[in-house]
Protein backbone atom coordinates (compact mmCIF):
# COMPACT_ATOMS: atom_id res chain seq x y z
CA UNK A 1 0.00 0.00 0.00
CA UNK A 2 0.87 3.55 -0.66
CA UNK A 3 1.79 6.47 2.12
CA UNK A 4 -0.77 9.54 1.39
CA UNK A 5 1.85 12.31 1.54
CA UNK A 6 -0.91 15.05 1.02
CA UNK A 7 -3.35 14.00 3.50
CA UNK A 8 -3.04 15.80 7.13
CA UNK A 9 -1.23 14.21 10.55
CA UNK A 10 -4.35 13.92 12.47
CA UNK A 11 -2.46 12.65 15.88
CA UNK A 12 1.43 12.57 16.04
CA UNK A 13 3.14 10.31 19.16
CA UNK A 14 6.41 12.00 20.63
CA UNK A 15 8.66 9.99 22.54
CA UNK A 16 5.72 8.50 25.10
CA UNK A 17 6.51 6.57 28.05
CA UNK A 18 4.33 4.47 30.08
CA UNK A 19 5.34 3.02 33.29
CA UNK A 20 4.12 0.21 35.69
CA UNK A 21 5.59 0.40 39.10
CA UNK A 22 5.25 -3.01 41.03
CA UNK A 23 7.12 -4.46 43.87
CA UNK A 24 9.57 -6.23 41.80
CA UNK A 25 10.83 -2.98 40.10
CA UNK A 26 9.55 -0.67 37.35
CA UNK A 27 8.30 -1.85 34.24
CA UNK A 28 9.19 0.02 31.37
CA UNK A 29 6.12 -1.09 29.00
CA UNK A 30 6.72 1.57 26.63
CA UNK A 31 9.72 3.40 26.57
CA UNK A 32 10.07 6.54 23.90
CA UNK A 33 7.60 5.50 21.30
CA UNK A 34 7.25 7.76 18.64
CA UNK A 35 5.07 7.64 15.22
CA UNK A 36 2.30 9.51 13.32
CA UNK A 37 -0.99 8.92 11.65
CA UNK A 38 -2.30 10.89 8.61
CA UNK A 39 -6.17 11.11 7.56
CA UNK A 40 -7.04 7.73 5.53
CA UNK A 41 -4.49 6.08 6.48
CA UNK A 42 -3.61 2.80 8.23
CA UNK A 43 -0.61 2.12 10.54
CA UNK A 44 0.25 -1.87 12.18
CA UNK A 45 2.00 -2.00 15.49
CA UNK A 46 3.11 -5.46 15.25
CA UNK A 47 5.41 -6.99 17.70
CA UNK A 48 4.94 -10.38 20.28
CA UNK A 49 2.60 -10.90 23.37
CA UNK A 50 4.46 -8.21 25.76
CA UNK A 51 6.09 -5.87 23.22
CA UNK A 52 4.08 -2.94 24.42
CA UNK A 53 1.35 -2.66 21.58
CA UNK A 54 -1.48 -2.21 23.42
CA UNK A 55 0.10 -0.54 26.24
CA UNK A 56 0.80 2.23 23.58
CA UNK A 57 -2.58 2.63 22.73
CA UNK A 58 -4.17 2.67 26.00
CA UNK A 59 -1.82 5.63 27.24
CA UNK A 60 -3.48 7.28 23.50
CA UNK A 61 -6.77 6.94 24.99
CA UNK A 62 -5.26 7.82 28.63
CA UNK A 63 -6.92 4.28 30.15
CA UNK A 64 -4.01 3.00 31.52
CA UNK A 65 -5.10 2.04 35.14
CA UNK A 66 -3.47 4.24 37.91
CA UNK A 67 -1.96 3.31 39.83
CA UNK A 68 0.13 0.98 39.41
CA UNK A 69 0.52 2.75 35.36
CA UNK A 70 1.54 5.99 34.96
CA UNK A 71 1.94 8.25 31.51
CA UNK A 72 5.40 9.44 32.71
CA UNK A 73 6.73 11.14 29.61
CA UNK A 74 6.19 12.15 25.92
CA UNK A 75 3.11 13.96 23.91
CA UNK A 76 0.14 12.86 21.80
CA UNK A 77 -0.77 15.60 19.92
CA UNK A 78 -4.40 15.63 18.54
CA UNK A 79 -5.82 18.99 16.79
CA UNK A 80 -2.37 20.94 18.05
CA UNK A 81 -3.18 19.95 21.72
CA UNK A 82 -0.89 17.20 23.67
CA UNK A 83 -4.07 15.05 24.96
CA UNK A 84 -2.10 14.10 27.67
CA UNK A 85 -2.18 17.62 29.42
CA UNK A 86 -5.46 17.50 28.82
CA UNK A 87 -8.46 17.30 32.22
CA UNK A 88 -10.30 14.26 32.15
CA UNK A 89 -13.59 16.42 31.81
CA UNK A 90 -11.83 17.66 28.48
CA UNK A 91 -10.31 14.06 27.69
CA UNK A 92 -14.05 12.42 27.71
CA UNK A 93 -15.44 14.62 24.69
CA UNK A 94 -12.71 12.94 22.66
CA UNK A 95 -12.79 9.29 24.00
CA UNK A 96 -15.20 7.74 21.69
CA UNK A 97 -16.21 10.63 19.79
CA UNK A 98 -13.02 11.82 17.90
CA UNK A 99 -10.92 8.88 19.09
CA UNK A 100 -12.23 5.28 19.77
CA UNK A 101 -11.20 2.18 20.18
CA UNK A 102 -12.59 -1.50 18.85
CA UNK A 103 -11.04 -3.93 21.79
CA UNK A 104 -9.99 -7.55 21.59
CA UNK A 105 -13.40 -9.17 22.27
CA UNK A 106 -16.13 -7.48 22.12
CA UNK A 107 -18.08 -9.69 24.68
CA UNK A 108 -16.41 -8.05 27.20
CA UNK A 109 -16.86 -4.81 25.87
CA UNK A 110 -20.20 -4.75 25.35
CA UNK A 111 -22.59 -4.41 28.36
CA UNK A 112 -24.20 -7.70 28.41
CA UNK A 113 -27.17 -6.34 30.54
CA UNK A 114 -28.21 -3.55 28.09
CA UNK A 115 -29.38 -3.84 24.64
CA UNK A 116 -27.73 -2.95 21.65
CA UNK A 117 -29.61 0.17 20.85
CA UNK A 118 -29.38 1.22 24.67
CA UNK A 119 -25.65 1.33 24.31
CA UNK A 120 -25.31 2.91 20.63
CA UNK A 121 -27.90 5.85 21.59
CA UNK A 122 -26.55 6.10 24.39
CA UNK A 123 -22.46 6.87 22.83
CA UNK A 124 -23.80 9.20 20.55
CA UNK A 125 -26.10 11.58 22.96
CA UNK A 126 -23.49 11.76 25.32
CA UNK A 127 -21.28 13.38 22.82
CA UNK A 128 -24.19 15.01 20.50
CA UNK A 129 -26.11 16.86 22.98
CA UNK A 130 -28.47 18.13 20.63
CA UNK A 131 -29.35 14.81 19.28
CA UNK A 132 -32.66 13.19 20.41
CA UNK A 133 -33.13 9.69 20.80
CA UNK A 134 -35.00 9.18 17.91
CA UNK A 135 -32.40 10.51 15.95
CA UNK A 136 -29.59 8.91 17.22
CA UNK A 137 -31.63 5.45 17.14
CA UNK A 138 -32.26 6.00 13.57
CA UNK A 139 -28.36 6.77 13.16
CA UNK A 140 -27.01 3.68 15.24
CA UNK A 141 -29.60 1.48 12.67
CA UNK A 142 -27.59 3.05 10.04
CA UNK A 143 -24.58 2.59 11.01
CA UNK A 144 -25.58 -1.26 11.63
CA UNK A 145 -26.09 -1.48 8.52
CA UNK A 146 -23.26 -0.10 7.32
CA UNK A 147 -21.18 -2.47 9.08
CA UNK A 148 -23.36 -5.43 6.64
CA UNK A 149 -25.67 -6.68 10.09
CA UNK A 150 -28.92 -7.72 8.55
CA UNK A 151 -32.37 -6.68 9.71
CA UNK A 152 -30.45 -3.73 11.94
CA UNK A 153 -33.81 -2.85 12.74
CA UNK A 154 -34.99 -5.64 14.76
CA UNK A 155 -31.55 -6.74 15.80
CA UNK A 156 -30.76 -3.33 17.58
CA UNK A 157 -33.00 -4.26 20.11
CA UNK A 158 -30.96 -7.59 20.86
CA UNK A 159 -28.65 -8.16 23.63
CA UNK A 160 -25.13 -8.89 22.94
CA UNK A 161 -25.18 -12.97 23.54
CA UNK A 162 -28.01 -12.37 20.94
CA UNK A 163 -24.94 -12.13 18.41
CA UNK A 164 -22.44 -14.27 16.77
CA UNK A 165 -19.24 -13.09 17.98
CA UNK A 166 -18.55 -11.65 14.28
CA UNK A 167 -21.59 -9.99 14.47
CA UNK A 168 -20.72 -8.29 18.24
CA UNK A 169 -17.20 -6.97 16.64
CA UNK A 170 -19.34 -5.64 13.92
CA UNK A 171 -21.70 -3.78 16.41
CA UNK A 172 -18.34 -2.81 18.40
CA UNK A 173 -16.77 -1.24 14.78
CA UNK A 174 -20.46 0.41 14.35
CA UNK A 175 -20.77 2.26 17.83
CA UNK A 176 -16.93 2.96 17.35
CA UNK A 177 -17.48 4.88 14.42
CA UNK A 178 -21.22 6.22 15.17
CA UNK A 179 -19.45 9.82 16.20
CA UNK A 180 -17.45 10.21 12.90
CA UNK A 181 -14.15 9.22 15.10
CA UNK A 182 -11.30 10.51 13.01
CA UNK A 183 -8.72 7.84 14.62
CA UNK A 184 -9.56 4.56 15.45
CA UNK A 185 -7.84 2.07 17.44
CA UNK A 186 -8.37 -1.84 16.48
CA UNK A 187 -6.78 -3.74 19.21
CA UNK A 188 -6.32 -6.80 17.99
CA UNK A 189 -9.86 -6.85 16.63
CA UNK A 190 -9.89 -10.33 15.06
CA UNK A 191 -8.29 -12.23 17.90
CA UNK A 192 -11.20 -14.36 19.08
CA UNK A 193 -13.16 -14.96 15.32
CA UNK A 194 -12.35 -17.90 12.65
CA UNK A 195 -10.15 -17.27 9.56
CA UNK A 196 -13.35 -16.00 7.88
CA UNK A 197 -14.68 -14.02 9.47
CA UNK A 198 -11.45 -12.35 10.58
CA UNK A 199 -11.39 -11.51 6.71
CA UNK A 200 -14.51 -9.92 6.51
CA UNK A 201 -13.68 -8.06 9.77
CA UNK A 202 -10.51 -6.67 8.56
CA UNK A 203 -12.16 -5.63 5.35
CA UNK A 204 -15.01 -3.68 6.96
CA UNK A 205 -12.11 -1.96 8.75
CA UNK A 206 -10.57 -0.87 5.24
CA UNK A 207 -13.81 -0.26 3.47
CA UNK A 208 -14.66 2.08 6.27
CA UNK A 209 -11.43 3.81 6.49
CA UNK A 210 -11.94 4.75 2.99
CA UNK A 211 -15.11 5.79 2.75
CA UNK A 212 -15.05 8.07 6.02
CA UNK A 213 -11.60 8.91 5.86
CA UNK A 214 -10.84 7.69 9.38
CA UNK A 215 -7.24 7.33 10.55
CA UNK A 216 -6.67 3.28 11.98
CA UNK A 217 -4.30 2.75 13.94
CA UNK A 218 -4.37 -1.48 13.79
CA UNK A 219 -2.56 -3.57 16.42
CA UNK A 220 -1.72 -7.12 15.45
CA UNK A 221 0.68 -9.47 15.63
CA UNK A 222 -0.57 -11.06 12.07
CA UNK A 223 2.03 -9.91 9.52
CA UNK A 224 -0.25 -11.15 7.18
CA UNK A 225 -2.68 -8.55 7.97
CA UNK A 226 -0.51 -5.96 7.98
CA UNK A 227 0.80 -6.75 4.42
CA UNK A 228 -2.72 -6.40 3.13
CA UNK A 229 -4.34 -3.70 5.34
CA UNK A 230 -1.44 -0.70 6.21
CA UNK A 231 0.12 1.49 4.97
CA UNK A 232 2.97 2.56 7.39
CA UNK A 233 4.39 -0.56 10.13
CA UNK A 234 5.82 0.00 13.92
CA UNK A 235 7.86 -3.18 14.92
CA UNK A 236 7.69 -3.39 18.66
CA UNK A 237 10.15 -5.04 21.16
CA UNK A 238 10.75 -4.67 24.35
CA UNK A 239 8.31 -1.24 24.79
CA UNK A 240 10.36 0.54 21.98
CA UNK A 241 10.08 0.76 17.94
CA UNK A 242 13.03 -0.88 16.97
CA UNK A 243 11.96 -0.29 12.69
CA UNK A 244 9.25 1.94 11.22
CA UNK A 245 8.78 1.98 7.35
CA UNK A 246 5.91 2.15 4.90
CA UNK A 247 4.44 -1.72 4.17
CA UNK A 248 6.04 -2.22 0.77
CA UNK A 249 9.87 -0.91 2.11
CA UNK A 250 9.09 -2.77 5.19
CA UNK A 251 8.85 -6.37 3.42
CA UNK A 252 11.12 -5.52 0.53
CA UNK A 253 14.11 -4.43 2.63
CA UNK A 254 13.67 -5.89 6.37
CA UNK A 255 16.57 -4.64 8.13
CA UNK A 256 16.08 -5.38 11.97
CA UNK A 257 17.23 -8.80 12.47
CA UNK A 258 13.80 -9.46 14.90
CA UNK A 259 12.04 -8.21 11.85
CA UNK A 260 13.34 -10.22 9.35
CA UNK A 261 12.75 -13.16 12.53
CA UNK A 262 9.48 -12.22 12.06
CA UNK A 263 9.21 -11.99 8.04
CA UNK A 264 10.51 -15.69 8.45
CA UNK A 265 8.40 -16.89 10.46
CA UNK A 266 5.55 -16.29 8.39
CA UNK A 267 4.52 -19.71 6.46
CA UNK A 268 4.64 -19.43 2.58
CA UNK A 269 3.08 -21.27 0.34
CA UNK A 270 5.30 -20.63 -2.58
CA UNK A 271 8.39 -22.34 -0.37
CA UNK A 272 7.29 -24.37 2.15
CA UNK A 273 8.68 -28.03 1.54
CA UNK A 274 6.74 -30.73 3.01
CA UNK A 275 8.80 -31.86 6.34
CA UNK A 276 10.63 -28.80 6.30
CA UNK A 277 10.28 -26.76 10.24
CA UNK A 278 9.01 -23.56 10.20
CA UNK A 279 11.50 -20.82 10.97
CA UNK A 280 10.71 -19.51 14.38
CA UNK A 281 12.66 -16.77 16.30
CA UNK A 282 14.91 -18.79 19.82
CA UNK A 283 14.77 -17.55 23.09
CA UNK A 284 11.87 -15.63 25.06
CA UNK A 285 11.10 -11.71 24.97
CA UNK A 286 12.63 -9.86 27.83
CA UNK A 287 11.85 -8.90 30.97
CA UNK A 288 10.94 -5.60 31.05
CA UNK A 289 11.20 -4.62 34.64
CA UNK A 290 14.74 -2.71 34.95
CA UNK A 291 15.99 -3.75 31.65
CA UNK A 292 19.94 -2.92 30.82
CA UNK A 293 20.11 -0.28 29.23
CA UNK A 294 21.37 -2.15 25.81
CA UNK A 295 19.62 -3.50 22.96
CA UNK A 296 17.32 -5.80 24.28
CA UNK A 297 16.92 -8.49 20.96
CA UNK A 298 20.75 -9.37 21.46
CA UNK A 299 20.58 -12.40 23.34
CA UNK A 300 18.05 -13.66 20.76
CA UNK A 301 20.20 -12.27 17.91
CA UNK A 302 22.30 -14.37 15.33
CA UNK A 303 24.09 -10.64 14.23
CA UNK A 304 24.92 -9.47 17.80
CA UNK A 305 28.18 -7.76 18.93
CA UNK A 306 30.00 -6.67 21.87
CA UNK A 307 28.31 -2.86 21.47
CA UNK A 308 24.95 -4.62 21.79
CA UNK A 309 25.47 -5.85 25.00
CA UNK A 310 26.89 -2.74 26.09
CA UNK A 311 24.63 0.17 25.26
CA UNK A 312 21.12 0.65 23.29
CA UNK A 313 21.11 1.35 19.45
CA UNK A 314 20.99 4.40 17.81
CA UNK A 315 18.20 5.24 15.40
CA UNK A 316 19.58 5.41 11.89
CA UNK A 317 17.53 6.67 9.03
CA UNK A 318 17.69 4.43 5.59
CA UNK A 319 16.14 6.69 3.49
CA UNK A 320 11.99 6.52 1.82
CA UNK A 321 10.80 6.99 5.72
CA UNK A 322 12.97 3.67 6.22
CA UNK A 323 14.18 3.68 10.41
CA UNK A 324 16.27 1.29 12.63
CA UNK A 325 17.68 0.45 16.08
CA UNK A 326 19.94 -1.35 15.20
CA UNK A 327 23.71 -1.36 15.60
CA UNK A 328 24.71 -2.99 12.51
CA UNK A 329 23.86 0.27 10.72
CA UNK A 330 26.30 2.54 12.86
CA UNK A 331 29.49 3.93 11.84
CA UNK A 332 32.26 2.24 13.27
CA UNK A 333 33.16 5.53 15.24
CA UNK A 334 29.47 5.48 16.99
CA UNK A 335 29.83 1.51 17.95
CA UNK A 336 33.36 2.58 19.91
CA UNK A 337 31.87 6.01 21.35
CA UNK A 338 29.32 3.56 22.41
CA UNK A 339 31.48 1.00 24.18
CA UNK A 340 34.11 3.40 25.79
CA UNK A 341 31.09 5.36 27.29
CA UNK A 342 29.71 2.39 28.68
CA UNK A 343 33.31 1.43 30.11
CA UNK A 344 33.34 4.74 31.73
CA UNK A 345 30.11 4.18 32.89
CA UNK A 346 31.22 0.69 34.06
CA UNK A 347 33.54 1.99 36.27
CA UNK A 348 32.53 4.75 37.95
CA UNK A 349 29.60 2.69 39.33
Given at each position: ??????????????????????????????????????????????????????????????????????????????????????????????????????????????????????????????????????????????????????????????????????????????????????????????????????????????????????????????????????????????GRIVEKATTDELYAR?????????????????????????????????????????????????????????????????????EVACWLFAEESEKQR????????????
Open positions: MSMKPNAKTVLDVKDLQTYFKTDAGIVKAVDGVSFSVREGETIGIVGESGSGKSVTNLSLMRLIPSPPGKIVGGEVIFEGKDILKLSEKQMRSIRGKKISMIFQDPMTSLNPFLKISTQMVETIRLHEKDVSKQEALERSIDMLKLVGIPSAEKRIQNYPHQFSGGMRQRVMIAQALSCNAEVLIADEPTTALDVTIQAQILELIAKLSNQMGTAVILITHDLGVVAGMCDQVCVMYAPSHPYTEGLIKSVPRMDTTKKGNRLFSIEGQPPNVIDLPPCCPFHPRCHKAMEVCRQAYPLVKDLGKGHALNEANIKEKAE
